[in-house]
Protein backbone atom coordinates (compact mmCIF):
# COMPACT_ATOMS: atom_id res chain seq x y z
CA UNK A 1 0.00 0.00 0.00
CA UNK A 2 2.72 2.41 1.00
CA UNK A 3 4.71 2.15 -2.05
CA UNK A 4 1.26 2.49 -4.18
CA UNK A 5 0.60 5.34 -1.99
CA UNK A 6 3.77 6.87 -2.88
CA UNK A 7 3.86 6.50 -6.59
CA UNK A 8 0.28 8.12 -6.84
CA UNK A 9 1.32 10.73 -4.51
CA UNK A 10 4.56 11.80 -6.92
CA UNK A 11 2.14 12.04 -9.83
CA UNK A 12 -0.66 14.02 -8.43
CA UNK A 13 2.41 15.75 -7.33
CA UNK A 14 3.60 16.21 -10.70
CA UNK A 15 0.44 17.10 -12.31
CA UNK A 16 -0.02 19.87 -10.04
CA UNK A 17 3.32 21.00 -10.76
CA UNK A 18 3.48 20.84 -14.72
CA UNK A 19 -0.77 20.97 -15.30
CA UNK A 20 -2.06 23.10 -12.60
CA UNK A 21 -5.04 23.53 -14.02
CA UNK A 22 -6.05 19.53 -14.04
CA UNK A 23 -4.97 19.42 -10.41
CA UNK A 24 -6.17 15.84 -9.05
CA UNK A 25 -5.51 16.91 -5.66
CA UNK A 26 -9.36 16.98 -4.21
CA UNK A 27 -9.85 13.56 -6.25
CA UNK A 28 -6.91 11.90 -4.50
CA UNK A 29 -7.94 13.40 -1.35
CA UNK A 30 -10.09 10.47 0.20
CA UNK A 31 -7.62 7.65 -1.04
CA UNK A 32 -4.95 9.27 0.44
CA UNK A 33 -7.08 9.26 3.61
CA UNK A 34 -7.69 6.12 3.68
CA UNK A 35 -4.18 4.94 3.51
CA UNK A 36 -3.36 7.02 6.45
CA UNK A 37 -6.52 5.70 8.55
CA UNK A 38 -5.00 2.39 7.28
CA UNK A 39 -1.57 3.02 8.22
CA UNK A 40 -2.53 4.43 11.57
CA UNK A 41 -4.73 1.06 12.68
CA UNK A 42 -1.73 -1.06 11.78
CA UNK A 43 0.35 0.92 13.97
CA UNK A 44 -1.88 0.78 16.78
CA UNK A 45 -2.16 -2.84 16.37
CA UNK A 46 1.83 -3.62 16.59
CA UNK A 47 1.83 -0.74 19.45
CA UNK A 48 -0.83 -2.73 21.37
CA UNK A 49 -0.35 -6.42 20.49
CA UNK A 50 3.18 -6.54 19.09
CA UNK A 51 4.19 -10.86 20.12
CA UNK A 52 0.70 -11.33 21.51
CA UNK A 53 -1.25 -14.57 20.36
CA UNK A 54 -4.89 -13.52 21.82
CA UNK A 55 -8.30 -13.44 19.83
CA UNK A 56 -8.08 -9.85 20.39
CA UNK A 57 -4.88 -9.43 18.78
CA UNK A 58 -5.56 -11.51 15.80
CA UNK A 59 -8.76 -9.64 15.55
CA UNK A 60 -6.79 -6.03 15.84
CA UNK A 61 -4.34 -7.39 13.19
CA UNK A 62 -7.15 -8.82 10.95
CA UNK A 63 -8.77 -5.21 10.92
CA UNK A 64 -5.80 -3.83 10.00
CA UNK A 65 -4.90 -5.72 7.20
CA UNK A 66 -8.34 -5.26 5.70
CA UNK A 67 -8.17 -1.52 5.79
CA UNK A 68 -4.50 -1.73 4.28
CA UNK A 69 -5.54 -3.70 1.41
CA UNK A 70 -8.78 -1.40 0.94
CA UNK A 71 -6.69 1.66 1.15
CA UNK A 72 -4.53 -0.11 -1.56
CA UNK A 73 -7.70 -1.00 -3.42
CA UNK A 74 -8.39 2.84 -3.79
CA UNK A 75 -4.76 4.32 -4.58
CA UNK A 76 -5.48 1.38 -7.19
CA UNK A 77 -9.00 2.96 -8.30
CA UNK A 78 -7.69 6.60 -8.55
CA UNK A 79 -4.62 5.42 -10.47
CA UNK A 80 -6.34 3.48 -12.96
CA UNK A 81 -8.49 6.55 -13.60
CA UNK A 82 -6.31 9.00 -13.90
CA UNK A 83 -3.42 7.08 -15.30
CA UNK A 84 -2.90 9.16 -18.43
CA UNK A 85 -2.80 12.42 -16.73
CA UNK A 86 -0.67 11.10 -13.86
CA UNK A 87 2.00 9.55 -15.95
CA UNK A 88 2.10 12.06 -18.39
CA UNK A 89 2.84 14.81 -15.97
CA UNK A 90 5.79 12.57 -14.23
CA UNK A 91 7.02 12.28 -17.42
CA UNK A 92 6.85 15.80 -18.41
CA UNK A 93 8.64 16.55 -14.94
CA UNK A 94 11.33 13.92 -15.16
CA UNK A 95 12.17 15.57 -18.59
CA UNK A 96 12.19 19.36 -17.31
CA UNK A 97 15.65 19.37 -16.58
CA UNK A 98 16.38 17.81 -20.14
CA UNK A 99 14.25 20.61 -21.51
CA UNK A 100 16.22 23.79 -19.49
CA UNK A 101 19.87 22.23 -20.73
CA UNK A 102 18.63 21.74 -24.50
CA UNK A 103 16.86 25.57 -24.41
CA UNK A 104 20.43 26.40 -23.17
CA UNK A 105 22.15 24.69 -25.20
CA UNK A 106 20.32 26.38 -28.31
CA UNK A 107 21.10 29.75 -27.35
CA UNK A 108 24.46 29.07 -26.83
CA UNK A 109 24.19 28.03 -30.60
CA UNK A 110 22.38 31.55 -31.69
CA UNK A 111 25.15 33.07 -30.00
CA UNK A 112 27.82 31.53 -31.48
CA UNK A 113 26.63 32.12 -35.05
CA UNK A 114 27.12 36.29 -33.87
CA UNK A 115 30.41 35.69 -33.34
CA UNK A 116 31.27 33.83 -36.61
CA UNK A 117 29.36 36.46 -38.88
CA UNK A 118 30.65 39.44 -40.03
CA UNK A 119 31.50 42.15 -38.10
CA UNK A 120 30.08 44.65 -39.45
CA UNK A 121 26.44 43.21 -38.77
CA UNK A 122 26.89 42.79 -35.19
CA UNK A 123 25.96 46.30 -34.28
CA UNK A 124 23.35 45.83 -35.88
CA UNK A 125 20.13 46.90 -33.29
CA UNK A 126 18.45 44.34 -34.24
CA UNK A 127 21.16 41.52 -33.42
CA UNK A 128 22.29 43.31 -30.60
CA UNK A 129 18.70 43.61 -28.87
CA UNK A 130 18.25 39.59 -29.84
CA UNK A 131 21.49 39.26 -28.24
CA UNK A 132 20.31 41.05 -24.91
CA UNK A 133 16.79 39.06 -25.32
CA UNK A 134 18.66 35.61 -25.11
CA UNK A 135 20.47 36.72 -21.72
CA UNK A 136 17.70 37.77 -20.58
CA UNK A 137 15.76 34.78 -20.94
CA UNK A 138 18.60 32.32 -19.88
CA UNK A 139 19.27 34.36 -16.62
CA UNK A 140 15.08 33.92 -16.21
CA UNK A 141 15.26 30.25 -17.04
CA UNK A 142 18.02 29.53 -14.56
CA UNK A 143 16.10 31.65 -11.53
CA UNK A 144 13.10 29.56 -11.81
CA UNK A 145 15.24 26.47 -12.00
CA UNK A 146 16.54 27.15 -8.83
CA UNK A 147 12.74 26.53 -7.75
CA UNK A 148 10.28 23.90 -7.85
CA UNK A 149 8.47 25.40 -10.07
CA UNK A 150 8.03 22.97 -13.47
CA UNK A 151 5.33 23.99 -15.17
CA UNK A 152 7.43 27.96 -14.94
CA UNK A 153 10.75 26.21 -15.99
CA UNK A 154 8.88 24.96 -19.49
CA UNK A 155 7.86 28.29 -20.07
CA UNK A 156 11.11 29.47 -19.51
CA UNK A 157 12.56 27.18 -21.30
CA UNK A 158 10.46 28.07 -24.29
CA UNK A 159 11.02 31.72 -24.27
CA UNK A 160 15.11 30.89 -24.16
CA UNK A 161 14.39 28.78 -27.28
CA UNK A 162 12.04 31.54 -28.90
CA UNK A 163 14.87 34.36 -27.90
CA UNK A 164 17.55 32.14 -29.56
CA UNK A 165 16.14 31.63 -32.49
CA UNK A 166 14.88 35.29 -33.12
CA UNK A 167 18.20 36.09 -32.67
CA UNK A 168 19.44 33.60 -35.52
CA UNK A 169 16.98 34.84 -37.64
CA UNK A 170 18.43 37.98 -37.25
CA UNK A 171 21.83 37.13 -38.23
CA UNK A 172 20.35 34.90 -41.09
CA UNK A 173 18.63 38.68 -42.07
CA UNK A 174 21.60 40.69 -41.76
CA UNK A 175 23.20 40.30 -44.63
CA UNK A 176 20.30 41.49 -46.67
CA UNK A 177 19.51 44.65 -44.85
CA UNK A 178 21.73 46.76 -47.18
CA UNK A 179 19.87 45.81 -50.12
CA UNK A 180 16.79 46.42 -48.88
CA UNK A 181 17.21 49.87 -47.34
CA UNK A 182 18.67 50.63 -50.74
CA UNK A 183 15.30 49.42 -52.47
CA UNK A 184 12.86 51.32 -49.57
CA UNK A 185 14.86 53.89 -50.44
CA UNK A 186 13.86 54.24 -53.74
CA UNK A 187 10.39 53.75 -53.25
CA UNK A 188 9.96 55.96 -50.63
CA UNK A 189 11.92 58.65 -52.91
CA UNK A 190 9.07 57.68 -55.46
CA UNK A 191 5.94 58.13 -52.97
CA UNK A 192 7.53 61.45 -51.64
CA UNK A 193 6.61 62.64 -55.59
CA UNK A 194 3.49 61.07 -55.70
CA UNK A 195 2.28 63.14 -52.14
CA UNK A 196 3.79 66.18 -53.55
CA UNK A 197 1.71 65.52 -56.51
CA UNK A 198 -1.46 64.79 -54.56
CA UNK A 199 -0.72 67.73 -51.92
CA UNK A 200 -0.83 70.27 -55.31
CA UNK A 201 -4.55 69.07 -55.58
CA UNK A 202 -4.83 70.02 -52.09
CA UNK A 203 -5.39 74.03 -52.29
CA UNK A 204 -7.78 74.03 -54.89
CA UNK A 205 -9.99 71.64 -53.31
CA UNK A 206 -10.09 73.87 -50.26
CA UNK A 207 -11.05 77.37 -52.88
CA UNK A 208 -13.40 75.35 -54.28
CA UNK A 209 -14.86 74.26 -51.30
CA UNK A 210 -14.57 77.86 -49.73
CA UNK A 211 -15.84 79.36 -52.98
CA UNK A 212 -19.37 76.45 -53.22
CA UNK A 213 -20.77 75.82 -50.41
CA UNK A 214 -21.27 76.76 -46.66
CA UNK A 215 -18.03 77.93 -44.83
CA UNK A 216 -18.93 75.81 -42.14
CA UNK A 217 -18.57 72.46 -44.73
CA UNK A 218 -15.08 73.13 -43.97
CA UNK A 219 -13.85 74.70 -40.99
CA UNK A 220 -12.64 71.90 -39.64
CA UNK A 221 -10.10 71.56 -42.23
CA UNK A 222 -8.59 74.77 -42.32
CA UNK A 223 -4.94 73.77 -41.26
CA UNK A 224 -4.75 70.86 -43.71
CA UNK A 225 -2.65 72.21 -45.73
CA UNK A 226 -0.52 73.41 -43.42
CA UNK A 227 -0.64 70.56 -41.53
CA UNK A 228 0.23 68.01 -44.62
CA UNK A 229 3.16 70.21 -45.55
CA UNK A 230 4.42 70.25 -42.53
CA UNK A 231 4.06 65.94 -43.05
CA UNK A 232 6.02 65.80 -45.80
CA UNK A 233 8.77 68.43 -44.83
CA UNK A 234 9.54 65.89 -42.10
CA UNK A 235 9.32 62.99 -44.45
CA UNK A 236 11.65 64.42 -46.54
CA UNK A 237 13.97 65.06 -43.90
CA UNK A 238 13.93 61.78 -42.39
CA UNK A 239 14.18 60.29 -45.87
CA UNK A 240 17.50 62.38 -45.84
CA UNK A 241 18.94 60.70 -42.78
CA UNK A 242 17.96 57.85 -43.91
CA UNK A 243 20.26 57.88 -47.07
CA UNK A 244 23.04 59.15 -44.48
CA UNK A 245 22.64 56.18 -42.30
CA UNK A 246 22.76 53.80 -45.62
CA UNK A 247 25.73 55.37 -46.60
CA UNK A 248 27.36 55.23 -43.42
CA UNK A 249 26.82 51.67 -43.53
CA UNK A 250 24.41 51.31 -41.21
CA UNK A 251 21.13 50.01 -43.00
CA UNK A 252 18.98 49.17 -39.63
CA UNK A 253 19.16 52.91 -38.71
CA UNK A 254 18.08 53.86 -42.00
CA UNK A 255 15.21 51.85 -42.36
CA UNK A 256 13.74 52.69 -39.24
CA UNK A 257 14.11 56.39 -40.43
CA UNK A 258 12.30 55.65 -43.34
CA UNK A 259 9.68 53.63 -41.56
CA UNK A 260 9.02 57.38 -39.51
CA UNK A 261 9.30 59.07 -43.33
CA UNK A 262 6.51 56.40 -44.16
CA UNK A 263 4.08 57.44 -40.98
CA UNK A 264 4.61 61.46 -42.13
CA UNK A 265 3.78 60.43 -46.18
CA UNK A 266 0.64 58.60 -44.61
CA UNK A 267 -0.71 61.39 -42.38
CA UNK A 268 0.00 63.82 -45.03
CA UNK A 269 -2.00 62.09 -47.66
CA UNK A 270 -4.76 61.50 -44.88
CA UNK A 271 -5.14 65.43 -44.41
CA UNK A 272 -4.89 65.89 -48.75
CA UNK A 273 -7.86 63.41 -48.95
CA UNK A 274 -9.71 65.24 -46.21
CA UNK A 275 -10.30 67.87 -48.40
CA UNK A 276 -10.61 66.28 -51.99
CA UNK A 277 -13.10 63.63 -50.68
CA UNK A 278 -14.86 66.33 -48.45
CA UNK A 279 -15.22 68.17 -51.66
CA UNK A 280 -16.60 65.08 -53.72
CA UNK A 281 -18.71 64.36 -51.19
CA UNK A 282 -20.54 67.83 -50.84
CA UNK A 283 -20.96 68.20 -54.70
CA UNK A 284 -22.82 64.78 -54.80
CA UNK A 285 -25.29 65.67 -52.16
CA UNK A 286 -25.49 69.11 -53.79
CA UNK A 287 -26.65 66.77 -56.99
CA UNK A 288 -28.78 65.01 -55.29
CA UNK A 289 -29.72 66.15 -51.61
CA UNK A 290 -32.91 63.42 -51.27
CA UNK A 291 -30.59 60.35 -52.12
CA UNK A 292 -29.26 60.53 -48.66
CA UNK A 293 -32.17 61.08 -47.07
CA UNK A 294 -34.35 58.80 -48.95
CA UNK A 295 -32.06 55.62 -47.84
CA UNK A 296 -32.28 56.70 -44.00
CA UNK A 297 -35.75 57.45 -44.48
CA UNK A 298 -36.65 53.61 -45.44
CA UNK A 299 -34.09 52.42 -43.19
CA UNK A 300 -36.22 53.80 -40.69
CA UNK A 301 -39.11 52.09 -41.97
CA UNK A 302 -37.69 48.91 -41.90
CA UNK A 303 -37.39 49.66 -38.53
CA UNK A 304 -40.82 50.46 -37.98
CA UNK A 305 -42.02 47.30 -39.46
CA UNK A 306 -39.65 45.85 -37.61
CA UNK A 307 -41.15 47.11 -34.35
CA UNK A 308 -44.97 46.39 -35.82
CA UNK A 309 -43.92 42.40 -36.69
CA UNK A 310 -42.65 42.06 -32.60
CA UNK A 311 -45.20 43.30 -30.96
CA UNK A 312 -42.48 46.51 -29.90
CA UNK A 313 -44.67 49.23 -31.03
CA UNK A 314 -45.30 50.66 -27.34
CA UNK A 315 -41.24 50.16 -26.59
CA UNK A 316 -40.27 51.58 -29.40
CA UNK A 317 -42.99 53.48 -31.91
CA UNK A 318 -42.45 57.21 -30.04
CA UNK A 319 -38.56 56.18 -30.58
CA UNK A 320 -39.05 55.77 -33.85
CA UNK A 321 -41.23 58.50 -34.62
CA UNK A 322 -38.81 61.10 -32.83
CA UNK A 323 -36.31 60.24 -35.77
CA UNK A 324 -38.53 60.98 -38.70
CA UNK A 325 -39.26 64.57 -37.33
CA UNK A 326 -35.25 64.44 -37.09
CA UNK A 327 -34.94 63.76 -40.81
CA UNK A 328 -37.78 66.70 -41.62
CA UNK A 329 -36.05 68.85 -39.19
CA UNK A 330 -32.73 68.39 -41.18
CA UNK A 331 -34.11 69.08 -44.73
CA UNK A 332 -35.50 71.82 -43.51
CA UNK A 333 -32.51 73.10 -42.63
CA UNK A 334 -31.23 73.51 -46.18
CA UNK A 335 -32.04 76.84 -46.93
CA UNK A 336 -30.14 79.83 -48.47
CA UNK A 337 -27.67 80.33 -51.25
CA UNK A 338 -25.18 78.25 -49.82
CA UNK A 339 -27.12 75.48 -47.73
CA UNK A 340 -24.71 73.53 -44.95
CA UNK A 341 -24.88 70.27 -46.79
CA UNK A 342 -21.69 69.07 -44.35
CA UNK A 343 -24.21 69.73 -40.93
CA UNK A 344 -26.62 68.04 -43.13
CA UNK A 345 -25.16 64.81 -43.81
CA UNK A 346 -23.99 64.77 -40.28
CA UNK A 347 -26.92 64.80 -38.96
CA UNK A 348 -28.04 62.07 -41.15
CA UNK A 349 -25.45 59.80 -39.97
CA UNK A 350 -26.44 60.44 -36.67
CA UNK A 351 -30.26 59.65 -37.05
CA UNK A 352 -28.96 56.67 -39.28
CA UNK A 353 -26.66 55.20 -36.35
CA UNK A 354 -29.30 55.92 -33.64
CA UNK A 355 -31.58 53.61 -35.78
CA UNK A 356 -29.47 50.86 -36.46
CA UNK A 357 -28.74 50.86 -32.60
CA UNK A 358 -32.38 50.49 -31.85
CA UNK A 359 -32.89 47.32 -34.39
CA UNK A 360 -30.41 46.05 -32.87
CA UNK A 361 -31.83 46.40 -29.43
CA UNK A 362 -35.19 44.95 -31.06
CA UNK A 363 -33.81 41.83 -32.53
CA UNK A 364 -31.59 41.47 -29.14
CA UNK A 365 -35.19 41.27 -26.79
CA UNK A 366 -36.98 39.04 -29.13
CA UNK A 367 -33.90 36.12 -28.78
Known sequence: MDKRQSIASSGVDAVRSVTPERDLSAQWASAEKACFDAGAAYLAAVEQFDGIVTAQAQAAFQNAAHELGEAAKAVDRFYSAHRDALEHARSALAATPRLAQDAKAAAEKAQLAV???DPAFTD??????????VDAAVASLDTVMSTRDALGARTAAAN???????LEEAVAAAPGRTNEARSAL????????????RFDRLAPAFSSLLREFNAASSADLSGNERLS???????????SAARASAECGNPEESLDYIAQARAHLSDAEKLVDAVTERLA???QVKSDPTRKEQAVRFTLRDAQQ??????????WGSVLDAQLARIDRANAALTGT??????????????????TGVIDRMRGSAR
Open 229 to 239: ARHIEQAQEDL
Open 160 to 166: VREAAAA
Open 115 to 117: ASA
Open 306 to 315: LAVNRGLVAE
Open 186 to 197: ASVRTRVEAVNT
Open 124 to 133: YPSIRSAWRA
Open 338 to 355: HPDYWSYLQDLDSISSFI
Open 281 to 283: MLR
